[in-house]
């Protein structure tokens, strides 16, 4: 069983019969009064996304889940379909389950699905990927006091905020937990 401060960015556990990850949290605690944990949590079966507080002496069912390697195929407005890499059978995941890790799956790509009672439920990307800039707009440079960004196109077509000097053709290594840049790759 987890305790409340076992509650971090990533954890996986069960509520009310559904397998929930942790995306986001902040433990405080109030003088004499036990620790309190706000966390932003997603249902892996069904996507949604809330705001969930636990109090001092709750415990938590850790989520038994298994991963199995899968060839991602192809995408459309509503599903993601993949190819189990040991039995060539194809799935499908939910485009509203997969959330944003969607924008950096590339068709051929290998992912880590995530099976829940032998359900494909989610992807585990790795934290950083590499991916080549299709658009860039010419940085401006002018007057600022903080770091200036643009927006470019990736590969994935999803959008990521860099750095001025990135250009079309560089490749650039983001973070699939938030979608930031991290560095050019």
């Known amino acids: 069983m987890f305790s409340i401060t076992d509650l971090k960015t990533g954890t996986k556990f069960i509520m009310d019969g559904d397998p929930y990850v942790v995306l986001t949290y902040n433990q405080s605690k109030m003088g004499r009064g036990g620790s309190v944990v706000k966390t932003k949590v997603k249902n892996l079966k069904t996507g949604n996304v809330l705001s969930k507080t636990f109090q001092g002496a709750e415990k938590l069912e850790p989520a038994d889940m298994e991963r199995r390697k899968a060839t991602f195929l192809y995408s459309d407005a509503s599903d993601s379909f993949f190819m189990d890499a040991s039995t060539f059978e194809q799935f499908s995941i939910s485009s509203v389950q997969l959330g944003d890790q969607r924008n950096f799956l590339r068709e051929g790509a290998e992912v880590d699905i995530v099976y829940f009672q032998n359900e494909a439920v989610n992807i585990d990307l790795p934290v950083k990927l590499s991916f080549s800039v299709t658009q860039a707009p010419p940085g401006v440079k002018g007057n600022s006091t903080s ?9 994935t077509g999803a959008q990521v905020d860099t750095p001025l000097f990135i250009k079309e053709g560089d490749k650039i290594v983001v973070d699939t937990r938030d979608g930031s840049y991290v560095e050019r790759g």
Do not use: F, N, Q
């Open 147 to 155: 770091t200036v960004t643009k927006k470019v196109t990736i590969e």
